[in-house]
């Protein structure tokens, strides 16, 4: 067994933040183990992993003390860059209401009958990221959310602008950071910018069209056209720049965490056999209750980030009164890593091995406590029946093995299948 901890350690400060993110790259599951059993709280230059889960939980459920400052500069007024602000209860409350629990069974199947037909118009081999992946969720911003692409009227949307937008603007806010250490940060941030730009100036012309087109056909019934139908008292501050704001956000953050997780449950589910064979049962019986324990098990192997991350308002001691303790400085980063969280053997017992009946503990795979995923009701059914969707073709197989390109998503993967089938 590689012994990072020692080679950590002898390695010279400048070394030693590259190592770390070399190892959580490409051996993040020994890495992190040896951190739980040695160096459970792992204080570095780019900030302090937490690899346990408890540890993790406590960073998670302190947003007074572990803030979201870093969003800031990327995200502005945006909810998830704020924490217990005014602003943020109310957007976030109502961004809730619109999102109306309600609506699941007709998301759910939304969802399948654009995944059904991207696979058969694809007759039996597909680039599964750009062509199903990204596709399907563009289609339900469409479809539900009720914000489609630039176009001009009686058009068809442009799908493609959507994607570049939501990538661009997913990649710097939740990826480019230090302790990521992406190639060209400054042009990532620049492309997100130009991005932001080109959705406003859609907004700015998608809105108030659909605002008039409600006053022919106020039965539309999807979350954009819920915003505009609804009045809000100017006293709750919740004008046309903040629900363009809000419904920028709905698109940004719909489609690469889904596309990520999509691909990536799709590829730990043909790596085991026998777990695909029961949860293909389970599919093609449309035994929905059944199947989805194969999908959230699945990613606890490939989740879509080793960590999250947090700004250290104050000094802070996690483990306090154990032989772990350690005081975090005011102005640092902490770095819980989930990933290992999930793995922690006293909560996730034999953590090596698949099992869908793992009850009594939270996973962190759509967030945790102040700054959960608002489309956590959506991302329940969307991710699920997307995988169930592929899983019910026939002789489904990969062509090799998923392409990041360089980057922190996945790029390109093939697909085959009986065509048909």
């Known amino acids: 067994m590689t012994q990072y901890l020692a080679i950590y350690d002898q390695a010279t400060p400048e070394q030693q933040p590259k190592l770390v993110r070399t ?17 459970p ?26 803030s979201v400052r870093l969003y800031k500069p990327k995200m502005g007024d945006f909810m998830l860059a704020n924490d217990l602000t005014i602003a943020n209860w109310r957007d976030k409350g109502i961004m809730q209401a619109m999102l109306n629990p309600n609506d699941i069974p007709r998301v759910r199947a939304m969802i399948g009958r654009q995944c059904d037909a991207a696979l058969d118009a694809a007759e039996g081999r597909i680039e599964a990221v750009n062509r199903y992946a990204r596709k399907v969720p563009i289609r339900m911003v469409d479809e539900y959310f ?4 630039p176009h001009d009227p009686g058009k ?10 939501s990538y661009a603007n997913q990649l710097d806010a939740f990826r ?12 990532i941030f620049r492309n997100s910018r130009v991005a932001l730009a080109e959705m406003r100036d859609w907004l700015t012309i998608y809105l108030p069209r659909k605002g008039a087109s409600l006053q022919q056909n106020p039965g539309q019934d999807d979350v954009v056209a819920r915003m505009l139908k609804t ?24 489609v690469e965490t889904t596309q990520q997780v999509v691909v990536q449950v799709i590829d730990q589910l043909l790596k085991r056999p026998v777990q695909f064979a029961a949860a293909r049962r389970h599919a093609l019986a ?13 990613l606890r192997f490939a989740p879509i980030s080793p960590f999250m991350f947090r700004y250290v308002e104050q000094d802070y001691t996690f483990a306090k009164g154990t032989a772990r303790a350690h005081t ?17 053997e006293r909560y996730f017992p034999r953590p090596d091995e698949f099992n869908i009946n793992r009850t009594g503990v939270d996973t962190f795979h759509l967030g945790y406590g102040h700054h959960d995923c608002l489309g956590r009701m959506v991302a329940t059914v969307m991710v699920p029946e997307m995988v169930k969707r592929v899983l019910r073709r026939d002789s489904l197989s990969a062509e090799g093995a998923i392409d990041f390109q360089g980057t922190p998503y996945p790029q390109s993967w093939w697909l085959r299948f009986s065509a048909g089938g």
């Open 286 to 298: 449309d035994e929905d209750a059944a199947f989805d324990p194969y999908v959230w098990e699945a």
């Open 231 to 254: 009045r809000f008292d100017p006293a709750l501050g919740f004008d046309g720049a903040a629900l363009a704001l809000n419904v920028g956000g709905l698109l940004i953050g719909a």
């Open 146 to 149: 009720g914000f489609p692409g």
């Open 176 to 187: 480019n950071y230090p302790f990521n250490d992406l190639d060209n940060p400054e042009q």
């Open 328 to 344: 975090v400085p005011a102005g640092t980063t902490v770095l819980p890593l989930t990933w290992s969280a999930m793995s922690d």
């Open 23 to 39: 190892w959580l790259k490409n051996e993040p599951v020994p890495f992190m183990k040896q951190l739980r059993r040695e160096r």
């Open 41 to 66: 709280i792992f204080p570095t230059a780019n900030g302090t992993y937490l690899a346990l889960y408890e540890d993790c939980i406590e960073a998670l459920r302190q947003p007074a003390v572990m």
């Open 156 to 165: 068809p949307p442009n799908d493609d602008k959507m994607i570049e937008w």
